[in-house]
Structure formats: C-alpha cells, structure tokens
C-alpha cells in the first residue's frame, strides 16, 4: 500500500516512470495515459521498463493513439476493443465483456465511481454492442440511490389530495409562502378582473376565495414535495 502523490489517498497503484503512487482517479491524469501503471512490488522485483504496448495488438502505443485503460490497468487501442467487442455474442450481459485475456467485465460495477471507473463508461458507450448495457447500469444505480429519497414524499402527496379536511388551519397558513410563479398558473390576475366593469364584486370576492382554497391544496402538495424530496 502507498500513497497517491497527487492527492493522498491510499493506493495500491504505482507508476512505474514518475515512479509515485497513484490511485484510480488521478490515473486518468494525461501526463499518465501511456505510462505502465503496475504495484510497488512489482517494480521494485523488475526494473526494466516495460513497453507500452496494446493488449490485443501488441502495437506499441504511441501518444497520437486513442486508447483505454481498464481498471486492471492494462491499455488497449481502442479501435482493437471495439473489434474484439463487436466479436462476442450479441446477447451477451455486462459482465461477459471481458477484458481481454481475463475474467474481469470491463465495465467496472455501479457503485465505483472513481473517474477511472466513469471514463472507461463514457469510451465504451459509443459503441453499440454495449450502449445499452451501460445505460442501463447507470439508470439502475440513478434509481437505487434515487428510491430512497422519493418513495416516502410520493405516497404523503397522494393522501393530502384525497384528505383535504385533515389540514388543518395551521397546516394550511405555515405554507403560504409558496412563490407565486408555482402555484397560480391557471388563476387570472386580479388586476385584469377588477378592470372587467361586467364582473359583479362579490362574486368576483367569492370566486377568488374558491380559487384561493384550491390554490392552497395545491401549494401545500408542491411546498410538501419540495421540502420532503430533498
Ligand atoms: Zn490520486
Ligand atoms: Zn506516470
């Protein structure tokens, strides 16, 4: 175990040419993307370098190269990926991409978020043989960090729509300042009825007090979503 030198979290990785620790976020650094990432160990046992090369070609890397690094840190070209995962059967899950020569899917699992983890997502899903596994690895994780966050407010919602009479007076005065813009779509202005001389006044009054009790209901839901979905 060492220390990423850039921003000391505690590592297992290490640079073979800046010779430092280096962790899975800050591996994705540009000055690294053609350096053979490996363990301490490892590089204290063998200190030749090692060739960059692609792990299916064989070509040695060069910068002008597009390529990817998994997160077992071995570089492909990303040309060659692309052929060898347009090989596998189409049917295949998330986990029966590979990394070549390995059991390893390459496509990390949902809960690593590190930026090595969303960069090899973000250069896998140009291609469609698994676009769509990946969309639906990161909707899934959206909704399981979401579900807890949104299924309690949701069900409260619905009983204060069919329970009006259970609000009582001060539930429904605690909520008014909701901002207007919210919560008066479909209520004409005052201005414009007062200025219409057919309109009768109490009428208008009575009106306005039915659009203001329908109104409330409708600010308290949005107020109540709003402080209880964060
Ligand atoms: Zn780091
Ligand atoms: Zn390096």
Redo the contacts with the bound molecule.
């Keep these: 175990m060492g220390i990423?030198k850039?921003?000391?979290?505690i590592?297992d990785l290490y640079c073979w040419h800046c010779q430092t620790g280096?962790?899975y976020?800050?591996v994705i650094d540009p000055e690294h993307a053609l350096h053979y990432i490996g363990s301490y160990e490892e590089w204290v046992d063998n200190l030749e370098p090692r060739p960059v090369i692609c792990g299916l070609t064989n070509k040695e890397l060069t910068p002008e190269d597009e390529v990817i690094r998994f997160k077992n840190m071995q570089l492909f070209l990303l040309s060659a990926i692309d052929e060898y995962g347009k090989s596998k059967p189409p049917e295949s899950t998330l986990e029966g991409f590979t990394i070549p020569n390995t059991n390893e899917p390459m496509v990390p699992p949902p809960d690593d978020q590190s930026r090595l983890a969303k960069q090899i997502r973000e250069k896998l899903k140009r291609y469609p043989w698994i676009r769509h596994l990946i969309e639906k690895q990161i909707t899934q994780s959206d909704l399981e960090r979401g579900k807890n966050l949104f299924a309690e407010p949701l069900v409260k919602s619905e009983s204060i729509l069919s329970n009006k009479s259970d609000l009582t007076e001060s539930d429904q005065y605690s909520h008014r300042a909701v901002p207007r813009k919210v919560a008066t779509t479909k209520t004409p202005s005052t201005e414009q009825t007062l200025q219409d001389p057919t309109v009768d006044p109490h009428a208008l009054k009575s009106h306005h007090t039915h659009l203001r009790e329908d109104n409330m209901v409708i600010q308290i839901q949005i107020t109540k979503n709003i402080n209880e979905g964060q």
Excluded: E, P, W
């Excluded at 850039?6 to 979290?9: A, I, L, T």
């Design positions: 990423c850039k921003c000391r979290k590592t280096i962790c976020d800050c």
